[in-house]
């Protein structure tokens, strides 16, 4: 099991850049999969992006590439996100979940743990 804490939402202007923080604790072993998404209302959970904890092999959603990075610092055992240039369509509730085996993939149901989640919003 393992538990996950998101941080460092809040409001933003347009053009504007956010970096959240997922701290894992628990039992995460060597190789797993840890990834962003979001979920704004009325609306599917989107998945963001992806890092496996080993190879730090990287993996995103097309409406971020090139806006938003996934890194991870193993030592602090804390996923995070840097989003630049935002967007109003960015707004939604972000999500950090972990998955057991170290490989990328998309899907919610394809994680085991999931974070509280932390509101961002983009003003125009």
């Known amino acids: 099991q393992v538990q996950l804490v998101e941080s460092g939402g809040g409001l933003v202007q347009a053009g504007g850049s956010l970096r959240l923080s997922c701290a894992a604790s628990g039992r995460t072993f060597s190789s797993f999969v840890m990834g962003w998404f979001r979920q704004a209302p009325g609306k599917e959970r989107e998945f963001v992006a992806g890092?496996?904890?080993?190879?730090?092999?990287?993996d995103y959603g097309d409406s971020v590439k090139g806006r938003f990075t996934i890194s991870r610092d193993s030592a602090k055992n804390t996923v995070y996100l840097q989003m630049n240039s935002l967007r109003p369509e960015d707004t939604a509730v972000y999500y950090c979940?972990?998955?057991?085996?170290?490989?990328?993939?998309?899907?919610?149901?394809?994680?085991?743990?999931w974070g509280q989640g932390t509101q961002v919003t983009v003003s125009s």
């Open positions: 890092i496996t904890s080993s190879e730090g092999i990287t």
């Open positions: 979940a972990h998955g057991d085996l170290g490989y990328l993939r998309r899907r919610p149901d394809e994680y085991d743990d």
